[in-house]
């Protein structure tokens, strides 16, 4: 393997253990035909990040049968692969083999994304005509004259109208748009301003008047266009990325018909009353009632409670549950738009009203801003009417109002420091899905977290490895591999498989454990009742009790806990110390919580809540004044993460729950939620300052332009200034982010060097 | 002046050649993945840009 893909190893293992791998009936459904036999796969393999990677996986992808072509982009972290034939190729697979986890990716056609090349194309097309443009005033400006000044006037007026049509169509669109609907935005100062300078100038060329605007008009378009683009390519990215994460919603099931005919139907399809088949591993696609076979369910996803839930015939099941041990078939009672899944997503849509309020600060600088430059403008040109009784003169002034106030600045001034801000929290692992969410997150006086997955990693570990027998940890490491129960996982985590037994025959009883024949001998692993059956303990130990047993004899016994969340303890104290209440909210009981609660420091925490109760203990407290902030990664968060004022949920969170997210970080630390907060408030008092550039700019530069000294070089000059001035002090924000990724870059070191250890 | 004349419509010319160039270089997909494009330099291979 390559230098890079830190846990590739371990992803490794997960293969080897049997993870969730999508069967070839799901990865035909989700792949689309480029007619001619040739099908296009699309993956999203998370762990890939350098050339080593790209040229691994290119290579051994392209070598298998049937591949036509493998293609990396590095970017969205994906792999398309275009294939031949009926039968699936084996690539994914293949990948896990390479230490790659692949995850499906649904194919989207059109998927490029046309704004963002509009926008590009735009950009080149208003810097062309903007260069152009101003080499020809620069000449006007240093005393050109009579037939020459004309000439350039001319060719200024010539080149400006494809500038004008093409790049400004943007603006025009939006705020005829804007206008249409009996409202206002940034766009309409902007489109009225450019449209009255051009025709202004044009009219200046015709009658060889001194002074013409197109260069003020191109340049401010190329400015402001500048600024749109780095606000789109900063959204866009994001969610790009927590698209392409793992997709943990089932994409289909195997269908069982009445004359025993199987189907395999995607999850739209199912209907009340079919029968479906879940494999060991799979996830349950709708809501049903178990008619044959036993199992252990890992509910955490949906109840955040992580031991697994052992379930028998008659029992009602949940969407989105994983089956873990052993293979069952239910009988669907809800179809998926009325399962567990679609009533989270409509409680989700129900409890974001709340923030649907919000306001980005640019909408609401530029809902003041503009009235107050339209009215300026025409003050102006009503001023220099009544005074001078010049209407030529008047309009001049009152363009170039317009055109000095122009926002390009305040264009700028918010996406340019958003857009280094996700770029610093990205390098950290932390991925922002828009720039209002920073600005939100800056607000927060409390932050809410949820206990498993969030606060705990949701994963049990294995306690008292030290207090066992080494050789008798190698068995059950052995045996333990066989299965996907995450105690198995845990248990295989920590031996090192030795293979000195040679077993016959594994076999699991799902809901009990593994039996192991070998060498005369009978071993079992799993629940000290059944495993244990002449041992004379009694009762179950506090984890339920897993013991190994030999011909059923105890020889080691299994504590499990969960493990708390890298730096959780550091998290909360640095959020304590940035002065934010921290508060925690769970289902566990009571018992579990205060334990977690009291390692942590957490003051407050609610036990035994609900989905419905976490969302209405956030409501509580956002009608009490305070501004919260939701960290959580369950199903069962998922509303709560919609209803708070923003939410930061783990990578491992489900699918669902990272849409409803505003951050997602990527690591195991907990540090990414403090780290997030101190960035966007960083980020925020740098986008106040800005904006008060901008106002000063305008502050000192109006006065002059409605008194009519404003030349086109002033104007020009001012604008170009202020510009570069906003943008400067943006990258101030660089050099605070390098310091944090040093921190990080040190833990991440120190935590892989206790891994080998 | 007469320079001018068509010193101008070369100059257009050229940055028009640059734009059109930009332009293609976009539709091509050349700004797909652009840190797999930084990447992939480090690969000795023979390597076409996708569509």
């Given amino acids: ?757 | 002046m007469t320079t001018l004349l068509y010193l101008i419509p070369v100059a257009l010319f050229l940055g028009a050649l640059g734009v059109s160039g930009f332009v293609w270089a976009l539709r091509s997909g050349q700004y797909e993945d652009l840190d797999g494009a930084a990447e992939r330099i480090l690969i000795d291979r023979d390597d076409k840009p996708e569509r």
Wanted: aromatic share 6%; net charge neutral.
């Fill in chain 1, 1 to 757: 393997m390559s230098c890079c893909a830190p846990g590739a190893e371990m992803a490794l293992d997960l293969v080897n253990t049997g993870s969730v791998l999508p069967s070839s009936q799901e990865i035909r459904l989700a792949s689309r035909s480029l007619g001619d036999d040739l099908h296009q796969t699309d993956l999203s393999v998370p762990t890939v990040h350098c050339a080593g990677c790209i040229q691994t996986i290119e290579t051994a992808l392209g070598k298998l049968d049937r591949v036509e072509s493998a293609r990396v982009n590095l970017s969205t972290k994906r792999v398309s692969v275009r294939w031949r034939g009926d039968e699936v190729p084996p690539f994914v697979v293949a990948l896990g083999r390479l230490g790659y986890q692949a995850h499906l990716f649904p194919s989207e056609v059109g998927d490029k994304d046309r704004t963002l090349s509009d926008l590009i194309r735009a950009v080149a097309v208003a810097g062309f005509a903007a260069g152009n443009i101003m080499l020809l005033s620069v000449s006007v400006w240093s005393g050109a004259e009579g037939a020459t000044r004309d000439l350039f006037h001319w060719v200024s007026a010539l080149i400006a109208i494809p500038a004008l049509a093409f790049a400004g169509g943007i603006f025009f669109r939006s705020a005829w748009n804007a206008l249409r609907h009996g409202r206002m935005n940034m766009d309409v100062p902007i489109a009225v301003g450019v449209s009255l300078a051009y025709a202004m100038s044009l009219y200046e060329t015709i009658n060889h008047g001194d002074h013409a605007y197109f260069d003020a008009s191109v340049s401010l378009l190329f400015f402001l266009l500048i600024g749109r683009t780095l606000d789109h390519v900063m959204r866009e990215r994001a969610r790009t990325a927590v698209k392409g994460l793992s997709q943990l919603a089932a994409h289909g099931a195997m269908v069982l018909r009445s004359d025993g005919a199987r189907d395999y139907l995607p999850v739209g399809e199912i209907e009340p009353g079919m029968r479906l088949l879940i494999a060991a591993g799979e996830r349950i696609p709708v809501d049903g009632k178990i008619i044959q076979g036993t199992s252990d369910l890992d509910c955490s996803l949906a109840s955040g409670e992580s031991t697994p839930k052992n379930v028998a015939p008659g029992e009602a099941v949940q969407a989105g549950v994983l089956n873990l041990t052993g293979p069952l078939t239910i009988e669907a009672t809800a179809a998926a738009k009325d399962s567990f899944l679609a009533e989270m997503v409509r409680l989700m849509e129900a409890a974001e009203g709340g923030r649907a309020h919000y306001r980005r600060i640019a909408d609401r600088v530029s809902a003041l801003y503009a009235p107050v430059v339209h009215l300026t403008a025409f003050a102006t040109f009503l001023g220099w009417m009544a005074v001078t009784g010049d209407w030529h003169r008047a309009i001049t002034i009152a363009i170039a109002v317009l055109i000095i106030t122009c926002p390009c600045a305040l264009g700028l001034a918010v996406p340019i420091v958003q857009v280094v801000a996700a770029r610093r929290l990205f390098e950290n692992g932390i991925m922002v899905k828009d720039g209002s969410a920073m600005e939100r997150l800056a607000t927060i006086d409390t932050a809410v977290f949820d206990k498993t997955g969030t606060l705990t990693l949701g994963q049990p570990r294995l306690v008292n490895a030290s207090s066992i027998d080494p050789a008798m940890l190698a068995v059950a490491g052995d045996m333990a591999t066989h299965s996907r129960h995450p105690f198995s996982k845990a248990i295989a985590g920590f031996a090192h498989p030795g293979g000195q037994y040679k077993f016959d025959a594994v076999t699991e009883h799902p809901g009990f454990g593994i039996e192991a024949t070998g060498a005369g001998s009978t071993w079992r692993l799993g629940r000290r009742g059944w495993a244990g059956w002449r041992a004379r303990t009694g009762g179950e130990g506090k984890h339920g009790g897993t013991v190994l047993t030999k011909d059923g004899f105890i020889v080691a016994t299994f504590d499990f806990e969960d493990a708390l969340r890298a730096d959780a303890k550091a998290a909360i104290g640095q959020l304590s110390h940035a002065g934010v209440s921290v508060e925690m909210l769970s289902g566990d009981t009571a018992g579990a919580c205060g334990e977690v609660a009291e390692m942590l420091g957490v003051k407050d925490f609610v036990p035994c809540l609900l989905p419905s109760g976490k969302v209405e203990r956030i409501e509580t407290l956002a009608k009490d004044g305070h501004k919260v902030l939701m960290v959580g990664d369950g199903l069962n968060d998922t509303p709560a993460l919609s209803a708070a004022h923003v939410s930061i949920a783990p990578a491992t969170a489900a699918d669902i729950g990272r849409n409803a997210a505003d951050f997602v970080f990527l690591r195991e630390s907990l540090l990414a939620v403090p780290l997030a907060l101190d960035v966007s408030r960083k980020a925020g008092h740098l986008i106040r300052q800005n904006i008060a550039i901008a106002i000063v700019y305008n502050a000192v530069a109006v006065p002059i332009a409605i008194l009519g000294h404003a030349t086109p070089l002033l104007a020009a000059i001012a604008m170009s200034a202020s510009s570069v001035l906003v943008i400067g002090n943006a990258l101030r924000l660089h050099g605070f982010g390098a310091n944090a990724t040093l921190q990080v870059i040190q833990k991440v070191g120190r935590s892989a060097v206790s891994y080998s250890a």
